[in-house]
């Protein structure tokens, strides 16, 4: 009895997939799924020799080569001027930060599954991600209502801004709630003096650092497209102030927030347009992906929960080098491994989520989320160390629900309560979650195995044991067409029993190529 080795129709999906710059099962550097590259291979006729170059059907394929390649070149001169340098942009420079969190005392926008400090803990853990940025201060100040125009009351505004203009070398303020308006933030910055940024603002900064790709930066630049629209409205309103007279441009008929608008819908066109090229594009990767008949599992999680590490546990993968900071993977990336019985799969890398993380940034990344609703099976990992673990794990739910995911992918999600290693003894509370410490192995085959047992209900994969003749091309089909986990040769009688994984469609065809072949279900 031996092992079975990989098959030649894996190998050929190797090749496949390397010639459209999707992912190897074998442990490699991973690629982003953006898709970014070309997908066209250059298109060679086959010409007659006494055909003049550019003469009959080869001239007319070379002009229409020069037509796409001439009309890459735009897309790329176009992709360039959008993914400019931001006008948001906090700029390079060294940022020292007081942090301030408004904390909600009573009523419905108070927050049930944490408290204060660990909010403001979190707070400055997003300042600690940010290169040159340094937390100055953090102070927490009770509001009963976030959402009027000074955030606080008056005495406790007055209190806060004496202090604030104490602090030596103060550059900008983190005011830790999800967004503020363009109104608010002007009023705050006279009074304080210094940049005034909300969680939006902030996040965003993470992920403009943080995005790789072409993909993840036109996100990235879709998300900035409400801010900028905020203040757009904001210096429309200080312009008709300070004019005082004719609000329209040069006899142009337009006003100067009805040009700025336009030009903002046309930039938020081009960007939706880019996005959509790209996304038609990672589509033909993962068809691709579908005729090699990779099964897909999607790692997900609050941000820093382990995603990373554990894949690379689960795949051995030596070129992964997980980050200890927030958005640490922005880009969904790709990473091949193998399950106990030999069966290859392909773990995809999901950006991490976020408490009170707006809408619309969260919608800016519905093309790169968008990769999970095609998985067949989602890994949900938890930092169960993390005192607010139980707020993450409803963020991450909550999440996952509004990206519209097929029923059947929710509901057959495998919980990973990662980080054990720090709690001694460690039980999970949840049926059904399994105890893992991604960083030691610790409860790793258990998790393989629940992955395995979850892949194969869900691809409709059978494993199968075969009697063969081994004189038969029966043996050769199945190393090319399914996965061989093993084979007992039977030397007296000719044949081999042949334990293999194989999908439905190859076991259809199997039948019809050898329908006397005996097959035993396991």
Same mark, same amino acid.
Not at 248 to 257: A, K, R, V
């Given at each position: 009895?031996?092992?079975?080795?990989?098959?030649?129709?894996?190998?050929?999906?190797?090749?496949?997939?390397?010639?459209?710059?999707?992912?190897?099962?074998?442990?490699?550097?991973?690629?982003?799924?953006?898709?970014?590259?070309?997908?066209?291979?250059?298109?060679?006729?086959?010409?007659?020799?006494?055909?003049?170059?550019?003469?009959?059907?080869?001239?007319?394929?070379?002009?229409?080569?020069?037509?796409?390649?001439?009309?890459?070149?735009?897309?790329?001169?176009?992709?360039?001027?959008?993914?400019?340098?931001?006008?948001?942009?906090?700029?390079?420079?060294?940022?020292?930060?007081?942090?301030?969190?408004?904390?909600?005392?009573?009523?419905?926008?108070?927050?049930?599954?944490?408290?204060?400090?660990?909010?403001?803990?979190?707070?400055?853990?997003?300042?600690?991600?940010?290169?040159?940025?340094?937390?100055?201060?953090?102070?927490?100040?009770?509001?009963?209502?976030?959402?009027?125009?000074?955030?606080?009351?008056?005495?406790?505004?007055?209190?806060?801004?004496?202090?604030?203009?104490?602090?030596?070398?103060?550059?900008?303020?983190?005011?830790?709630?999800?967004?503020?308006?363009?109104?608010?933030?002007?009023?705050?910055?006279?009074?304080?003096?210094?940049?005034?940024?909300?969680? #939006? @603002?902030?996040?965003?900064?993470?992920?403009?650092?943080? *995005?790789? +790709?072409? %993909? =993840?930066? &036109? $996100?990235?630049?879709?998300?900035?497209?409400?801010?900028?629209?905020?203040?757009?409205?904001?210096?429309?309103?200080?312009?008709?102030?300070?004019?005082?007279?004719?609000?329209?441009?040069?006899?142009?008929?337009?006003?100067?927030?009805?040009?700025?608008?336009?030009?903002?819908?046309?930039?938020?066109?081009?960007?939706?347009?880019?996005?959509?090229?790209?996304?038609?594009?990672?589509?033909?990767?993962?068809?691709?992906?579908?005729?090699?008949?990779?099964?897909?599992?999607?790692?997900?999680? #609050? @941000?820093?929960?382990?995603?990373?590490?554990?894949?690379? *546990?689960? +795949?051995? %993968? =030596?070129? &992964? $080098?997980?980050?200890?900071?927030?958005?640490?993977?922005?880009?969904?990336?790709?990473?091949?491994?193998?399950?106990?019985?030999?069966?290859?799969?392909?773990?995809?890398?999901?950006?991490?989520?976020?408490?009170?993380?707006?809408?619309?940034?969260?919608?800016?990344?519905?093309?790169?989320?968008?990769?999970?609703?095609?998985?067949?099976?989602?890994?949900?990992?938890?930092?169960?160390?993390?005192?607010?673990?139980?707020?993450?794990?409803?963020?991450?739910?909550?999440?996952?629900?509004?990206?519209?995911?097929?029923?059947?992918?929710?509901?057959?999600?495998?919980?990973?309560?990662?980080?054990?290693? &720090?709690?001694?003894?460690?039980?999970?509370?949840?049926?059904?979650?399994?105890?893992?410490?991604?960083?030691?192995?610790?409860?790793?085959?258990?998790?393989?195995?629940?992955?395995?047992?979850?892949?194969?209900?869900?691809?409709?994969?059978?494993?199968?044991?075969?009697?063969?003749?081994?004189?038969?091309?029966?043996?050769?089909?199945?190393?090319?067409?399914?996965?061989?986990?093993?084979?007992?040769?039977?030397?007296?009688?000719?044949?081999?029993?042949?334990?293999?994984?194989?999908?439905?469609?190859?076991?259809?065809?199997?039948?019809?190529?050898?329908?006397?072949?005996?097959?035993?279900?396991?």
């Amino acid at each position: 009895m031996r092992p079975g080795r990989l098959s030649w129709s894996l190998l050929r999906c190797w090749r496949a997939a390397a010639a459209l710059g999707a992912p190897r099962c074998r442990p490699l550097p991973a690629r982003p799924l953006s898709a970014a590259a070309p997908l066209r291979a250059p298109l060679r006729p086959p010409g007659t020799g006494g055909e003049a170059p550019g003469s009959g059907a080869a001239g007319a394929v070379g002009d229409e080569e020069r037509e796409e390649e001439d009309e890459e070149e735009e897309d790329e001169a176009a992709l360039e001027e959008l993914l400019g340098p931001s006008p948001l942009a906090p700029g390079p420079g060294a940022q020292r930060v007081a942090i301030v969190h408004p904390a909600v005392k009573w009523g419905p926008q108070k927050s049930r599954l944490t408290t204060a400090e660990l909010q403001i803990e979190e707070a400055v853990a997003l300042v600690d991600t940010l290169q040159n940025w340094t937390v100055l201060d953090k102070t927490i100040i009770p509001t009963r209502n976030p959402n009027k125009k000074f955030v606080f009351g008056k005495g406790n505004f007055q209190i806060l801004t004496e202090k604030i203009k104490k602090l030596p070398h103060l550059t900008a303020v983190f005011l830790n709630v999800e967004r503020i308006s363009s109104l608010t933030k002007k009023e705050l910055e006279r009074a304080w003096g210094v940049q005034v940024f909300d969680r #939006y @603002t902030v996040v965003l900064h993470i992920f403009r650092c943080n *995005a790789r +790709t072409k %993909e =993840a930066k &036109l $996100q990235v630049a879709l998300a900035e497209i409400p801010l900028l629209r905020s203040n757009l409205k904001n210096e429309a309103s200080q312009r008709d102030q300070q004019r005082g007279g004719s609000r329209y441009i040069m006899g142009s008929g337009e006003t100067f927030l009805e040009i700025q608008n336009r030009v903002l819908k046309e930039r938020e066109l081009k960007i939706r347009n880019a996005l959509e090229k790209l996304r038609r594009k990672r589509a033909l990767l993962r068809t691709q992906r579908r005729k090699c008949e990779f099964p897909m599992v999607s790692v997900m999680g #609050y @941000t820093n929960c382990g995603k990373t590490t554990l894949i690379k *546990a689960l +795949t051995g %993968e =030596a070129g &992964l $080098q997980p980050r200890d900071q927030l958005f640490a993977t922005l880009d969904i990336t790709a990473h091949a491994g193998y399950l106990p019985s030999h069966m290859a799969v392909i773990y995809v890398d999901t950006i991490g989520f976020l408490t009170d993380l707006p809408h619309n940034l969260v919608e800016s990344f519905s093309a790169t989320l968008e990769e999970v609703a095609y998985s067949d099976l989602i890994v949900h990992v938890r930092d169960i160390t993390h005192p607010e673990t139980v707020l993450q794990k409803a963020t991450v739910l909550s999440v996952l629900r509004n990206l519209d995911l097929p029923s059947h992918l929710l509901d057959s999600m495998v919980e990973v309560h990662n980080k054990v290693d &720090l709690i001694e003894r460690y039980k999970p509370a949840e049926e059904n979650a399994l105890a893992v410490s991604a960083l030691h192995g610790h409860g790793l085959e258990e998790l393989k195995q629940e992955i395995e047992k979850k892949i194969l209900t869900a691809t409709g994969k059978k494993i199968l044991t075969v009697n063969i003749n081994l004189e038969g091309p029966q043996l050769s089909w199945l190393y090319k067409e399914a996965t061989v986990q093993e084979v007992e040769v039977m030397p007296e009688e000719g044949t081999a029993r042949v334990k293999v994984i194989i999908s439905s469609s190859a076991f259809g065809r199997y039948k019809n190529l050898f329908p006397n072949s005996k097959i035993f279900m396991s």
